[in-house]
């Protein structure tokens, strides 16, 4: 055992004592006696709970996912709530979980600690996507909401996503709070007796009120009316879209909506395909296939909990093509703003909200509909703060982020698949009607304003070691930005971390009103865009590319596209990035 450090093996000791249930306590037996790698890794430090919650490998140990560190999360958040609403005559949660192996046991431990403590809960009788768990928040008037998920992490990972009353996930200074208050419980502080009369169940009856709401935002049912029989392909990935999707599907009229029933399966190992993550083109396969053997105009995926979409449509050769999410963030927009206009529904108070690696194809489209555009952070829990800080004031009309997710209308505060694919699917209805595809209406927008290009860029650095790579990338680019990139001058850096957006042409600074965050941003002379974050939860850096151009005539549209893409290779060779 010389090969485990000595405080890794006491901190294993101590799950072999009778706090721990025997099952725990033999495996770690085991670990100590057999297996000293796995017992390093599992207890060489606590599962972090960061600003959104919990996720991590399932097994035992304080570096894992589990009942114990479970439980020590659903304490702190316990006696947060009963600290935060000490006047409430009840404290309510409501829990939520996907399709991931032991959610459901995850969940029912969740509830057991809640409670223990005298908290209320609201727990549904199976699986459901993460929007409908933000609804039920606000619709039951709960003061919090988990979710029990890892997204679209590997088959051996699983989560804890934490939501506050406004159903958006946490935000300061509640995340900073509940995080402290996690970080000082130890598992003899957890409280483990179900109080079953303390948890109600909700089911399909309270989906049906969702879906109602849904069916809300439809701004053209005759439309759908007429092409009700637009032909469909929908896949959860063996998630907890499942049901909600095809029946949404359905309620908003379309009749010819076709699964994928091999990935209908609800099944946390994902099988069928190696990352259930539907900006992944490999997890279209199987849906693209039976696209093809229906002749479907549209096809969409989402990730197992529900919250992002994919989707692909018909170029004008007859051939599928992969939408990404700034392109469908950009149909939806303008078709809803559009049609709002249409309608003189647009009063002068609207809002958008995107995120600050977003297209800026969103901004020019909302300010040509008279409609304002925001800017936040990197993260839905921005655009769900920013609904919060202007409900009252200001209309909200929808927000999207790159990264797939997208909402419509507030009564939910994060980004729904549900509301995504249904719109989706309306705005494909009211373009055939007009005698166009998806994929021309989207080449229209593109003409109508500019062509925007957008890619991603990740380098992974590993390690501690990586980590301190990764720090001085970024102090390399913030103290020494370059003067010139392919060719262009540049002209502002923003640096959200300093709180500073400097006008190189003007010589002016500007205070950013967003809060801090290791974020730069690089704005060239034609407007070509270039940001650097450092992810939060996985070892790399994320570079963010953006290039526009005009596009006078649809036909120049692909070569115009392959300018564009060759301008972001040179922006990237001349800043000596290559992806890992």
Known sequence: MSKVPSEILNRARLWTT?????ETRHKVREMIENDPDALADS????????????????????NRMNRYTVGMATQGLADYLKRSFSGSKEIKVAVAHDSRINSDYFTSVTAEVLTANGIGVY???????????????????CQAGIVITASHNPVEYNGYKVYWEDGGQLVPPHDINITEMVRKTRVSDIRFGKADELISVLDSSFDDIYLERIRSLSLSPEAIERQKDLRIVFSPIHGSTVRLVPEGLRMFGFSHVFNVPEQDAVDGNFPTVK?????DPAAFEMALEKARETDAELVMASDPDGDRVGAAVKDS??????????QVAAILTKYILGRLKEEGRLKGNEFIVKTIVTTGLLDEIAADHGVECFNVLT????????IRLLEGKKKFICGGEESYGFLVGDFVRDKDAVITCCMIAEAAAWAKDRGMSLYGFLTDIYREYRLYVETLMSVTRKGMKGAEEISKIMEKFRSNPPEMVDGKTLARVIDYQLGIDKDLYMGEEYIIDLPQSNVLQFILEDGSSITMRPSGTEPKIKFYFGCNTGLENISDYTNKRKELLGRIENIKKDLGLTPT
Request: a negative charge; aromatic letters at 14%.
């Open 43 to 62: 207890f060489y430090r606590d599962l972090e709970f960061g600003t959104g919650g919990l996720r991590g490998i399932m097994g035992v140990g304080t």
């Open 275 to 279: 990352s259930p993550n539907p900006e």
């Open 18 to 22: 009778d706090m721990f249930d025997g």
């Open 317 to 326: 050769n007859g051939d599928y093509i992969l939408l990404n999410g700034n």
């Open 379 to 386: 993260g839905f829990k921005y655009i769900a703060e920013k």
């Open 123 to 141: 727990v549904f009788d199976a699986l459901r996507p993460v929007p409908l768990l933000s609804y039920a928040v606000r619709e039951l008037g």
